[in-house]
């Protein structure tokens, strides 16, 4: 507990490797994000970006490595745990509940962190009115955070892309995270989507220490004090975003990737 | 403590801010109390002892397509093997009555014990398969299932099954009697569907409604998603043991056929044919799915066809089932436009 900071990164990753099949998705990984840190990860298509959030969130298991979240190890801890310790997470592709209210979204989270007990369902007890206060202002709050505090009753699927990518960031912000995995959440955004995006970002992230990947690279020179860049699964250089960009080896495989986008 | 803080929260959140889930709540209980009616009424003009006994049997079935639709519309998959449950159901009150001397309901209780005890047992194996995996695993088990019964003569009577019981009763209620049969397993059935109305309100249902839709966004926000998996399969063995035992004073014969996944298929197109994620869409299709046949005295090979064509053409123009063409109409004809909110 009384170990300094800078001791004890948030997330730190030794070596990973993930193997699918004959796929190196990842080919020794490691990375050291401190507290309060917003951390890029940027890398061409395919070179396993999404795949080490998963692992650092211990969805998906590594084929071999380590990976410490505040200082504990989470080989073998169900990522639902890992979430309820403060570590939340969006998702590149289904980022949202769908055919659920932009509300009942944000309920889902909520639910998971009670215990459920028959009895207790059914027969709701009157003490807890300072908490529920409490959690019903956090409703309040982030609707009005990610911008979507007038359409909470609209469906997460009829909203537009760039909307549901903010409604994700809502998702993940219910569980108060302490540590945020947001994976490309800028996609599909246009230029002033992306400009309220970065302006959000930035309000949520005092306290908490939040890593992104994101293929636009304006977001990441605008939020984001160091970044790694991963390419064919292996880490390339690690340093201030203006830096990695120049960098000789990243030059060369982005001109390569932006050929097959 | 922290239980009641979420039953709080979401009684508040309901009440206050979500109207439209209030709203559901109000149309699905006039949906129940209308189906109550029809029910009734159905029992009262009808006097042949056939349609009334086949209502009954019915409302049994019904409750099967509930339990399949605890898995399918609660947590988005396609229980193939869920009949496993059903002739547990229909096997456990025959062998009950006939093998053991046992009363009717002591029987099926014990049967009712001994789904839940199985599906945990099943569930911690197949539940970690997904999608086409789950379905197919479970459905083999039905088969292992049916061999077993087609084989251990001493218990289940062999291929011939079991038959010639003694009067099936619940206490003084007499199942032979037709309106008696009708009146139980209709009562039953509402009783199913209101507690079904509650789960689909309690935080347990909002988690098979992550699970389904999202797994991996659900699992990111905390839910354990083995955990509901479980605890959804679980839940729904001892509706479909419920209707196998409930399906026995109508058929009064337990042959290893109930095994058969056409038992399954006949509950999955009730689903689908009355619309998955409405709670009392399994019944409505229950409903016209044996019903409306018999009422228009068809043959088999016809109902196939003809039941066929129509699901083609739900599932094409109207995945969410009939009840979806039902809000569609009065949203055409009743100038209603609360568009996303049918569900
Ligand atoms: N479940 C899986 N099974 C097999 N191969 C996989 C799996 N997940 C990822 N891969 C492979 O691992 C590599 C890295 O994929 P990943 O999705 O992590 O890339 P990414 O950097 O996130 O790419 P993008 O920018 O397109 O999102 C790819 O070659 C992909 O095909
Ligand atoms: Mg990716």
Redesign the pocket.
């Given at each position: 507990m009384t170990i300094a900071v800078a001791e004890r990164p948030a997330v730190s990753a030794r070596d990973v490797v993930k193997r699918?099949g004959g796929?190196t998705?990842l080919n020794g990984v490691s990375l050291d994000v401190q507290e309060g840190e917003i951390f890029g990860i940027i890398?061409p298509?395919?070179?396993?970006?999404?795949?080490l959030f998963d692992i650092l969130c211990g969805i998906t298991v590594p084929t071999s490595g380590s990976i410490r979240i505040m200082g504990s190890e989470i080989a073998g801890m169900p990522p639902h745990h890992i979430a309820r310790s403060g570590v939340a997470r969006t998702f590149?592709r289904t980022a949202v509940f769908a055919e659920s209210t932009v509300l009942e979204n944000l309920l889902f989270g909520r639910h998971a962190s009670f215990h459920h007990g028959v009895l207790g369902r059914i027969f709701g007890s009157k003490t807890f009115v300072g908490d529920q206060q409490a959690f019903q202002a956090r409703v309040e709050e982030v609707l009005k955070l990610i911008g979507l505090d007038g359409e909470r009753h609209r469906k997460a699927g009829v909203l537009a892309y760039g909307v549901q990518r903010r409604l994700a960031v809502g998702i993940a912000l219910m569980t108060d995270p302490k540590i945020m995995f947001l994976d490309?959440p800028a996609a599909g955004m246009n230029g002033r989507e992306t400009a309220d995006f970065i302006a959000l970002i930035r309000a949520i992230a005092p306290g908490r220490t939040i890593l992104i990947v994101e293929h636009d690279m304006s977001v990441i020179r605008q939020l984001c004090g160091r970044a790694l860049v991963v390419v064919d699964g292996m880490p390339v250089v690690v340093d201030a975003p203006h830096q990695v960009l120049s960098h000789p080896e990243v030059v060369t495989a982005y001109l390569g990737a932006d050929d097959d986008e | 403590m922290a239980t009641h803080f979420g039953t709080m929260i979401d009684r508040k959140l309901v009440a206050v801010s979500d109207k439209n889930r209030s709203g559901r709540t109000a149309r699905e209980a006039s949906y129940a109390i209308c189906s109550l009616f029809v029910i009734a009424v159905c029992g009262y003009t009808f006097t042949d002892p056939f349609v009334v006994t086949l209502a009954g049997y019915t409302c049994a079935f019904a409750l099967f397509a509930l339990s399949i639709n605890i898995i399918l519309g609660g947590v988005g998959e396609v229980p193939l093997g869920q009949c496993l449950f059903f002739g547990l159901g229909a096997y456990g009150a025959a062998i009950g009555m006939g093998k053991l001397g046992l009363p009717f309901d002591v029987s099926v209780l014990i049967a009712l014990v001994l789904s839940v005890v199985l599906a945990a047992i099943i569930g911690v194996i197949t539940l970690r398969l997904t999608g086409a995996y789950f379905s197919i695993v479970s459905w083999g088990l039905t088969g292992v299932a049916m061999v077993a019964a087609t084989n251990l003569d001493e218990i289940t009577g062999g291929p011939l099954g079991l038959f010639g019981f003694p009067p099936i009763e619940i206490g003084p209620l007499q199942l032979s009697d037709p309106p008696t049969y009708f009146a139980v397993t209709a009562t039953i059935l509402l009783v199913a569907i209101l507690f079904l109305v509650a789960l689909r309100r309690s935080p347990f249902g909002a988690a098979m409604d992550s699970v389904r839709q999202n797994p991996h966004l659900a699992r990111s926000v905390g839910v354990d998603v083995a955990r509901v998996r479980l605890k959804a399969f679980m839940l729904s063995a001892p509706f479909a043991a419920l209707a196998g035992a409930l399906a026995v004073p109508y058929t009064q014969i337990v042959t290893p056929e109930v095994f058969s996944v056409a038992n399954t298929v006949d509950g999955l197109l009730m689903v689908l044919l009355g619309g998955a994620q409405l709670v009392i869409g399994p019944v409505i299709g229950a409903a016209v799915f044996t019903l409306i046949p018999q009422a228009m005295n068809l043959d088999p090979n016809i109902r196939i066809l003809l039941f066929s064509s129509v699901i083609i053409l739900i599932m094409m123009f109207a995945p969410g089932g009939l009840h979806q063409v039902g809000v569609a109409l009065r949203d055409r004809f009743g100038g209603k436009t609360d568009d996303d909110r049918s569900r």
């Open positions: 699918y796929v998705a890398g298509n395919g070179a396993g970006k999404s795949t590149q490309e | -």
